[in-house]
């Protein structure tokens, strides 16, 4: 018998409902009813029964109760990209916009957010024979997200969960869908950063946000807007208003005062682009200067910043990055006499903004690196070109702040891995503002995986992928270092560089690298200030006989940090300029400024950068002082493997890359058979290298598998 509550009025008015097919016989249905009737008695009875028409079968799936506890399961993805460190974490979240909603609306007391993570090489049920067969090489991450709360809510818990915010609302206080279905505004179109994972559309700084919540480190509140939202806010010009009060709507809940607080826009893209996207700082909150920003770091996505490059990264012609709103922190003061202050009294709260990785990235020392600046905004050190003082400064600065960046190193390295890390210093509060995965340098790199198989965190067939990323980003660019006990002179230095030693002519004009390029001449590529940084920087990635040399930056600075990871020798912020000599032919010389005094030369001079001690040397054309640096093919025992995998794929595809006819599924089962009984004879033996060809052997057959 079900058990219904209402009084005579209520009863009255259903009654007369009845007739529009309302089914009182749906235990779920009168369930929500009797809750709902409370906390609204006008409920719209043929509208709720409607809603719950459309998720009536959902709710037939039970939930799980655990001591008490109705545990609802919202959400789970399968990746294979590793995004934390650990082979399980779980983080509960008390509060995010649907929670709150679910609290104040609902009163569904002690509901909570729990999202957990799974890192495993083991193969679960369903996963296809190719995974199975290759568990070594591929794992696969399990999210699981689910929404707990006392047992006496399960009915209305699952509700809720199951039409989504926007629905609910309508249902409860008559507010309009308007033209987009919102589904569930936690989730689907604007979800609270760092507080809900989202649904398959996570961006890479969302992801950082994601794991500074759970290590518990502070940074500044904000809200993510999804790919279809962003999209929709551009195109719908008609309801712009409506966009513009919704988004303020959900800043004041999360605590934003909008009326008096500055944001930032930022771009959210899947994967980690330093200095590609636009971010808006520091802005009003008007709904025609939030409008203007969305657009600016939207219309980044088609940016030809990248147009030297081909849409190798994810970036293709239709849009598909989320949007970051956050309260904006500013690591300036509003006084203009602060640093003047600042030095008479130290003891005042201090204003900066400082970038560091838990590794160094050019060696993989286990040390806090990076750089800070007082009184200054992080865009001035990251991509404005200012010099900044190291980040072990710090302790001398402000105890109390580097005390915590050392906290956070050794938690977000203990959840991540090696990260690189942005924050701000306001008024004295620490918050960090960004945290990706750190971008190492190929040796760096080498000598982490290294490290990893020592500790037996990894074996050396979980490391064939990674090996086999490195050589593929570095392509045909050779890494050299200067031959020990080479007596020339250096004539300057820095103490900022990226690893490595290139020997080439000194080049500023975009016009003369063009044809330096045209004739395969090594190229030392000269950023004498933010304008050649936009013509040179992308010749230098597209080129690879290249070295670079900055007049400007850090060795935390985006030049650093993309030049580190390609393998480009470099020196940031070396002491020269480029003037004007009407003597020479270009009308142009380049001064650099050394210990022991100047050197002149003109574009086309030869030159050695040495970023592994920050020298710089001029040289003559026939100096022999380099040698290769084996260290990314020692890793894999001297395999050149992008040209082994090249030579081994050759028999099996056709001219465009598909696999022949001739060829089934059935075959390479069989080769993956015979190909695991070699390794498998090898691997214990002496002979380190066989096993090791044999082993990728297995691993190119696990690609031709996944092609079926």
Not at 38 to 65: G, W
Not at 227 to 242: A, G, K, M, P, R
Not at 663 to 689: P, Y
Request: hydrophobic share 35%; proline share 4%; glycine share 6%.
């Amino acid at each position: 018998m079900i058990s219904l509550q209402f009084n005579m009025k209520d009863l009255t008015r259903i009654t007369r409902e009845k007739a529009n097919g309302i089914d009182f016989n749906d235990s779920h249905f009168v369930a929500i009813l009797n809750y709902l009737i409370i906390i609204k008695p006008n409920v719209d009875v043929c509208a709720l029964f409607n809603l719950y028409q459309t998720i009536a079968e959902k709710m037939t799936h039970r939930s799980t109760p655990s001591d008490g506890i109705v545990v609802v399961r919202d959400d789970v993805i399968e990746g294979h990209d590793r995004d934390y460190y650990g082979e399980y974490y779980e983080h509960i979240i008390n509060d995010n916009l649907f929670i709150n909603f679910l609290k104040d609306v609902f009163k569904i007391q002690n509901v909570h957010y729990r999202m957990t993570a799974d890192y495993s090489y083991e193969i679960g049920p369903g996963h296809l024979g190719y995974q199975a067969m290759n568990e070594d090489h591929y794992y696969t991450q399990y999210y699981k997200d689910y929404y707990e709360a006392p047992k006496e809510f399960d009915t209305i818990l699952r509700f809720c969960l199951y039409v989504g915010e926007q629905n609910l609302r309508e249902l409860m206080f008559d507010e309009p869908m308007n033209t987009i279905d919102y589904k569930n505004v936690g989730r689907s179109s604007i979800r609270h950063l760092g507080k809900d994972r989202g649904e398959n559309e996570v961006g890479n700084k969302e992801k950082g946000f994601l794991l500074l919540e759970r290590t518990g480190l502070p940074y500044p509140a904000g809200i993510v807007l999804s790919t279809e939202f962003v999209n929709s806010i551009i195109s719908d010009t008609d309801n712009l208003l409506f966009y513009m009060e919704t988004i303020f709507k959900i800043l004041s809940r999360i605590g934003i005062n909008v009326d008096d607080e500055k944001l930032a826009v930022r771009s959210n893209p899947r994967t980690s682009f330093p200095g590609k996207f636009s971010t808006e700082i520091n802005m009003i909150n008007r709904a025609d200067n939030l409008l203007g920003a969305l657009r600016v770091v939207r219309d980044s996505w088609y940016s030809q910043k990248d147009a030297e490059n081909p849409k190798i990264h994810g970036i293709g012609d239709d849009y598909d990055m989320p949007i970051i709103i956050q309260l904006f922190k500013s690591g300036c003061s509003d006084d203009p006499n602060y640093l003047d202050k600042l030095e008479k009294n130290p003891t005042i709260p201090l204003y900066a903004s400082g970038a560091f990785s838990t590794r160094n990235p050019s060696t993989n020392d286990d040390v806090l690196f990076g750089k800070f600046a007082i009184n200054s905004e992080g865009a001035e050190l990251m991509t404005q070109g200012k010099k900044g003082r190291d980040i072990t400064d710090l302790a001398d600065v402000s105890p109390k702040i580097y005390a915590q960046l050392i906290d956070a190193k050794r938690k977000i390295e203990i959840d991540a891995g090696p990260q690189e890390v942005e924050f701000v210093v306001n008024n004295g509060q620490l918050y960090f503002v960004q945290t990706r995965n750190i971008n190492f340098s190929p040796q760096a790199e080498i000598a982490y995986i290294q490290e990893l198989i020592a500790s037996n965190r990894i074996s050396e067939t979980n490391a064939i992928p990674m090996i086999e990323a490195i050589q593929k980003r570095l392509m045909n660019r050779k890494n050299y270092r200067l031959i020990e006990n080479t007596s020339i002179k250096p004539i300057s230095k820095t103490t900022d560089s990226t690893p490595g030693a290139f020997q080439g002519h000194l080049i500023w004009k975009e016009e003369q690298a063009r044809k330096y390029m045209a004739d395969g001449k090594p190229i030392i590529f000269v950023l004498s200030n933010l304008n050649a940084r936009d013509s040179l920087l992308p010749l230098a990635f597209k080129y690879p006989r290249s070295g670079l040399i900055t007049s400007y930056g850090n060795n935390s600075s985006h030049e650093a940090v993309l030049t580190r990871l390609a393998g480009i020798a470099s020196l940031i912020n070396i002491n020269f300029q480029i003037e004007r000599d009407v003597s020479i032919i270009n009308n142009e010389v380049m001064r650099i400024n050394g210990d022991s005094g100047m050197t002149f030369v003109d574009q086309g001079h030869m030159a050695i950068v040495d970023g592994d001690n920050g020298l710089l040397y001029e040289s003559s054309e026939y100096e022999n002082v380099l040698e290769e640096n084996g260290i990314v093919l020692d890793a894999s025992y001297g395999v050149d493997i992008i040209e082994m995998r090249q030579r081994f794929l050759l028999p099996y595809l056709d001219v465009d890359g598909k696999m022949n006819e001739q060829f089934t599924i059935e075959h390479f089962e069989q080769l993956h058979r015979l190909a695991t009984e070699k390794f498998n004879s090898l691997v214990n033996g002496t002979d380190k290298k066989a096993a090791f060809i044999a082993n990728l052997e297995i691993h190119f057959l696990h690609d031709l598998i996944k092609t079926f």
